[in-house]
């Protein structure tokens, strides 16, 4: 199984900064990456796939990077709404794994 | 745009059953792979299945392999998920998810809750 590692657990910054998470596999998954979105109360949202490719609607100030075994999620300037708890998952694989999160909260 | 309605979540004893059902509206649910994704109290995601669109491939985690079944109804667009021999640690929020093209779950309904306990 693939461990999707996730850091930090916890990212504080200020509305109007940039956000950047980091996702490692414990093998390579060449870009076989997605990235939710999970705000309190709500399912996930669907951010990114193929490491850098946006879901529909998912503004441009989100965008994803990398390959084989190090990935980025890069948020270039939080908005309020952009408050969350954010999943990287693998699906180069079975079983699909998920990283365990990392929430970016208001500093 | 799909609309997932998860139900059948409740509380069961130990080793018990329980069967989730998942209702897809929309005419893309016979064309795409379905999935369930639990997420344990305060807990990140964890994958548990998937089934592709005609229902002849299935795939399972291991800690559910042999306890649970996950089967779909395109004729009714509803996806299933099975569940036998219930432990604690099956407490979670079963999502049920949409996957138009084998990589992500693009649509995700809004959980139902399966409490497992004495």
């Known amino acids: 199984e693939i461990v999707m590692t996730q850091s930090p657990a916890t990212l504080s910054v200020s509305p109007g900064e940039r956000a950047t998470l980091s996702c490692r596999a414990s093998q390579s998954i060449s870009s076989s990456v997605a990235w939710y979105q999970q705000k309190p109360g709500q399912a996930p949202k669907f951010v990114i796939y193929?490491?850098?490719t946006r879901a529909p609607g998912i503004p441009a100030r989100f965008s994803g990077s990398g390959s084989g075994t190090e990935f980025t999620l890069t948020i270039s300037s939080l908005q309020s709404e952009d408050f969350a708890v954010y999943y990287c998952?693998?699906?180069?694989?079975?079983?699909?794994?998920f990283g365990q999160g990392t929430k970016v909260e208001i500093k | 745009e799909v609309q997932l309605v998860e139900s059948g979540g409740g509380l069961v004893q130990p080793g018990g059953s329980l069967r989730l059902s998942c209702a897809a509206s929309?005419?893309?649910?016979?064309?795409?792979?379905m999935h369930w994704v639990r997420q344990a109290p305060g807990k990140g995601l964890v994958w548990v299945s998937r089934?592709?669109?005609?229902?002849?491939?299935?795939t399972y985690a291991d800690f559910v392999k042999g306890r649970f079944t996950i089967s779909r109804d395109n004729a009714k667009n509803t996806l299933s998920l099975q569940m036998n021999s219930l432990t604690a640690e099956d407490t979670a929020l079963y999502y049920c998810?949409?996957?138009?093209?084998?990589?992500?779950?693009?649509?995700w309904g809004q959980g139902t809750l399966v409490t497992v306990s004495s």
């Open positions: 998952q693998q699906y180069n694989y079975w079983p699909w794994t």
């Open positions: 193929g490491a850098s």
């Open positions: 929309g005419s893309t649910f016979s064309s795409s792979w």
């Open positions: 998810g949409r996957d138009l093209t084998g990589s992500v779950v693009d649509s």
């Open positions: 089934i592709n669109s005609d229902g002849s491939s299935r």
